[in-house]
């Protein structure tokens, strides 16, 4: 995945809400435009950087592992296409499930901005992540309803006056996981990524799941910190920082008995 920079959107808070009437077992926003890089490059402070002389501990995989990490590789390769149908019918269902009582009037269109795209067309944000990107935001829509809206309304909490954009964040989150699990590698390493392998091959939609337990557990560093849209990359280090923690509990055999997994609501 190519380390792509890009402008970033911050969302202005308004008083009143949005209202719309196998080896693996398988509220009005106001948005303006700021100078800083959110997608890709805005996230370097975030992904581990290597250092010349580091020697990074390497971890062999089992065929059954091997397998699922190739699984998904081959999800992180495909890049958003909206010239095909498939990607198109994503984006729509995304739409739908965000706003089920709003009809989306164009694939191209001024109302993305409402979910917190930086423009009219979500294929230009999508380039920082891919087509998984969609896919996480999917999977969370569609298994972690409540959540989901929760996060995209901002409902819950004391919000700041400049909020994180709540589409162009997801972006930054898938990418900031492939980067900590170190799933563009042949081999984890670290023992984070070798942990999230062995829980990948238990359960295929463990990238899905840590996608919605992350973007959950960043909103709740958010409020924590009482952040505003300048104080981005420390939430999102903040958050990295945490996941990690909980990833490397001995006991940790699923994604559900992590502690930040408590957070989400269906």
């Not at 992180?76 to 089920?100: M, T, V």
């Not at 919000?159 to 984890?188: H, S």
Request: with cysteine.
């Amino acid at each position: 995945m190519e380390d792509r920079g890009g402008s970033f959107v911050a969302v202005r808070r308004i008083s009143h809400s949005l209202d719309r009437g196998n080896t693996c077992n398988t509220t009005s926003a106001e948005v303006v435009a700021g100078s800083a890089a959110w997608l890709g490059r805005g996230l370097s402070c975030v992904c581990v950087q290597g250092r010349e002389g580091d020697s990074r501990p390497s971890f062999d995989l089992t065929p059954a592992q091997e397998h699922c990490l190739q699984r998904l590789q081959t999800r992180l390769d495909i890049a958003y296409d909206g010239s095909i149908p498939e990607h198109q019918e994503a984006l729509r269902a995304l739409w739908k499930a965000a706003f089920p009582e709003e009809e989306l009037r164009d694939i191209i269109s001024e109302q993305w901005k409402e979910m917190g795209w930086q423009g009219k067309d979500p294929s230009t944000d999508f380039r920082g992540g891919g087509f998984i990107s969609l896919e996480n935001l999917l999977y969370f829509a569609r298994n972690f309803p409540k959540s989901f809206q929760d996060l995209l309304r901002k409902q819950e909490g004391v919000r700041a006056m400049w909020e994180y954009p709540f589409a162009v964040a997801g972006v930054n989150i898938t990418f900031m996981l492939i980067q900590m699990l170190d799933l563009e590698a042949v081999k984890p390493q670290s023992f984070v990524g070798a942990t999230f392998l062995k829980l990948l091959s238990e359960n295929e939609s463990a990238f899905d799941l840590l996608y919605c337990i992350t973007f959950k557990l960043m909103d709740h560093q958010w409020l924590d910190m009482h952040a505003s849209y300048m104080d981005f990359n420390a939430v999102m280090k903040s958050t990295r920082r945490q996941l990690e923690r909980e990833l490397l509990q001995e006991d940790i055999t699923r994604l559900e008995e992590l502690p930040s997994y408590n957070l989400l609501s269906r």
